[in-house]
C-alpha cells in the first residue's frame, strides 16, 4: 500500500523558514523517480493551490506567490520529496499536502504569526 507522509509544518514567525518533508513508502524507487511531485496548499473554504513541482529531471516550478521564496527538492533514493520555505508571510499558513503520481498525503499545517 503506498502511503504519503508530510512532516515539518508547524508554527512560525513572520519572515521565518521551515522545511516540509514527504516520505512515500510502499512504492518502488523506479516509480518515485518517474512521476512528477507536487506541493499544494489550502486554506478552508478555499480553493487548493499548487505551490511547486518538481519534474522527473529535476526542472522545477512555482507559483508566483512562493517563486524566490520556496525551493522544491527530491532525493529519490530516500523517496522523499522537500519543501524548503524561507521569508514565510501569514498569507502562507494553509495545510500544504503532497502529490506524487496518483497519490496523496494528508498534510501538514504550517500557520504563521505576525
Known amino acids: 500500500q503506498v502511503r504519503l507522509v508530510e512532516s515539518g509544518g508547524g ?9 516540509l518533508s514527504c516520505k512515500a513508502s510502499g512504492i518502488i524507487t523506479s516509480v518515485f523517480y518517474t512521476n512528477d511531485k507536487v506541493w ?5 473554504g478555499k480553493q487548493r493551490e499548487l505551490v511547486a513541482t518538481i519534474f522527473r529531471y529535476g526542472n522545477t516550478n512555482y507559483s508566483d506567490y512562493v517563486k524566490v521564496r520556496f525551493t522544491i527538492s527530491r532525493d ?10 524561507n ?10 499536502y503532497c502529490d506524487v503520481g496518483e497519490y496523496w498525503g494528508r498534510g501538514t499545517q504550517v500557520t504563521v504569526y505576525s
Request: aromatic content about 8%.
Open 76 to 85: 529519490n533514493a530516500k523517496k522523499t520529496v522537500y519543501l524548503q520555505l
Open 87 to 96: 521569508s514565510l508571510k501569514p498569507e502562507d499558513a494553509a495545510v500544504y
Open 11 to 19: 508554527l512560525v514567525q513572520t519572515g521565518g523558514s521551515l522545511r
Open 40 to 44: 499544494y496548499r489550502q486554506v478552508p
